[in-house]
């Protein structure tokens, strides 16, 4: 007896749209995580701060949504408590998000098979941001390459949108939020930041290149305040290329 097939050729695992929904829920379910957790204490310090410069509830929940990375969001708010035009507030967000292309680079070819359309790399790389970067990279290797992109979309806009909900709630009840308490909890993120990108770093060069930074940030500020965080990154990266470059070589 032999089994029976069903007629015509079977879906490809792209075009299979349950087993997509099926890895979607998936990656919705790997979101909710202590990784996730700590972003949402950071969304409540930044709902805190938009609601001091005079945000709406409203916007700020759309900038959730259409700014996503946190330090970027931030950067919007001050630029908007500081009075700077339109113009200008893009370029700092602008160059503000430009830290995000390694993490881009790294991630869209664990993603990317021959059958994946362009543009739903590009929609998936609005989600890239530092949480959902290190969570992807701890699990995506254990997904079908062809599942991917339906998984990391699950994760990714799981993200968005538990923070969308943060703002939503703390700006019912901010007022009531201690200062000191908002501030605190913004100060959560860069922490969590430092401690994901260490344990994720893949070359000896990121550790370097960050315990530099932690070193001559202080110093570089003493002498251009306004340019230290560009001026750290640039020192400590190329310091930290050399000493790859170098230990390559003495191996």
Request: charged residues 10%; hydrophobic residues 55%.
């Amino acid at each position: 007896m032999t089994s029976e097939r069903p007629a015509g050729p079977l879906p490809a695992p792209e075009t299979d749209n349950l087993g997509n929904f099926r890895w979607f829920l998936r990656g919705a379910v790997a979101a909710i995580s202590l990784p996730a957790f700590i972003l949402a204490c950071s969304f409540v310090g930044f709902a805190a701060l938009a609601l001091e410069a005079g945000v709406t509830m409203s916007q700020a929940v759309f900038m959730t949504a259409v700014v996503w990375a946190l330090p970027s969001k931030v950067v919007l708010v001050g630029a908007i408590m500081a009075g700077n035009g339109l113009l200008a507030a893009a370029f700092a967000v602008a160059l503000s998000a430009v830290r995000l292309t390694p993490m881009v680079v790294a991630l869209v070819p664990e993603m990317r098979t021959p059958r994946t359309r362009l543009w739903v790399l590009y929609l998936l790389s609005h989600f890239v941001a530092v949480t959902s970067w290190v969570l992807a990279l701890e699990t995506i290797r254990n997904v079908p390459r062809a599942r991917r992109t339906a998984y990391y979309g699950g994760l990714g806009s799981t993200l968005v949108f538990i923070n969308m909900c943060v703002v939503t709630a703390v700006y019912l009840v901010a007022r009531d939020l201690p200062p000191a308490a908002s501030a605190a909890l913004l100060l959560i993120t860069p922490i969590y930041f430092l401690t994901s990108l260490w344990g994720s770093a893949r070359e000896k060069a990121g550790n370097v290149a960050m315990a530099l930074g932690l070193v001559l940030g202080p110093i570089v500020h003493l002498f251009a305040p306004g340019a230290s965080l560009l001026a750290t990154g640039a020192i400590a990266g190329l310091a930290a290329y050399g000493w790859h470059v170098w230990s390559r070589r003495t191996a």
